[in-house]
């Protein structure tokens, strides 16, 4: 029998102008899983995390990735999954790809890593399949990889790590209200007018261009989403006034995390990122919404071993 204990960071995905196709890292959040092999041809997952998961496997992400490294390798073997640590279903900070970078990161170390970084991420896609009804690798490659990532093409997968300017942080509230990924990806419209592509291309070519000069004030300007948020914002009440509490403080950016409710603000110090998490508190205390909220440093590591 082999084991490996695995971690894998939260992320938060799209970064305003990357629709599903940029994700950040975040530090020390995440889930952790215990993986063991050993001859045969099954598969348990138990849940010790103290987060409710559903108990049938079928629904639980790690499913499907474990049996796409299995196919991918051509290996069989019995494979047994304890979940220790959890984020939150719904948190809006890259859940299920946690879980599910775990897994691919924790099946390649098994097997003596057969997979490049980048066959790992398609790994955990199939999790994210599962939970959201789309092959996107905005949150599982920032989980698998660490960092800022830019993916930029689909077919094939082509992932570019960017680099992370100094220290970035992030303040992200959760507030209670159910939106599930596959609804908010179904309110959009199928086709994006001319006017609103070419905004959002200049974005993207800015907050890589801001990456990668150092230049602050570039990656706020560039953090702006013209394709998704003008219709899920109104999942988020009060959205533009957060917005612009927010930024009036330092903070560089304000946007949907992922596909929401979850909302994040990026700064480049620590006591701005907390001042964000402040305005977001007053924010939903004021509409009597309850929420969390957590700053979290961005980081450039991404799925790893750890200490049991
Ligand atoms: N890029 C995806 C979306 C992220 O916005 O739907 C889901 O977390």
Not at 136 to 160: F, K, Q, S, T, W
Not at 256 to 270: C, Q, T
Request: charged fraction near 20%; aromatic fraction near 6%.
């Amino acid at each position: 029998m082999k084991s490996v204990r695995v971690f894998a960071p939260a992320s938060i995905a799209n970064l305003g102008c990357g629709f599903d196709i940029m994700g950040l890292a975040l530090d020390e959040v995440g889930d952790v899983l215990e993986m063991s092999i050993s001859e045969g041809d099954g598969l348990s997952i138990v849940n010790c995390s103290g987060v409710p998961l559903p108990d049938d496997i079928e629904k639980n992400v790690i499913t499907p990735v474990v049996r796409k490294f299995l196919q991918m390798t051509g290996n069989t073997a019995q494979v047994d999954i304890t979940i220790r640590q959890k984020i939150y279903p719904g948190s809006g900070i890259g859940s299920s790809s946690a879980s599910s970078a775990a897994a691919a990161f924790g099946m390649n170390e098994l097997f003596g890593s057969p997979l490049s970084e980048e066959e790992v991420v398609i790994c955990a896609m199939e999790g994210e399949n599962l939970a959201s009804g789309g092959y996107h690798a905005d949150n599982a490659a920032p989980a698998v990889m660490g960092g800022i990532v830019l993916i930029r093409g689909y077919e094939p997968l082509d992932i570019i790590k960017l680099p992370v300017p100094g220290d970035f942080y992030c303040a992200v509230v959760h507030p209670q209200l159910v939106v599930s990924t596959k609804e908010a990806r179904s309110i959009l419209p199928k086709a994006v007018p001319m006017h609103d592509a070419i905004t959002q291309w200049g974005n993207v070519g800015g907050l890589v261009a801001g990456l990668y000069s150092g230049n602050i004030g570039l990656i706020g300007r560039a953090m702006k989403d013209a394709v998704a948020e003008p219709y899920r914002k109104g999942f988020i009440p009060g959205f533009d006034d957060l917005r612009e509490k927010i930024l009036s403080h330092g903070s560089l950016a304000m946007n949907i995390a992922g596909s929401g409710p979850s909302v994040f603000a990026l700064a480049n110090k620590r006591e701005k990122a907390h001042k964000a998490g402040e305005i977001m508190d007053k924010h939903f205390s004021a509409l009597g919404i309850e929420h969390q909220v957590y700053v979290v440093k961005v980081s450039n590591r991404g799925a790893r071993l750890t200490a049991y």
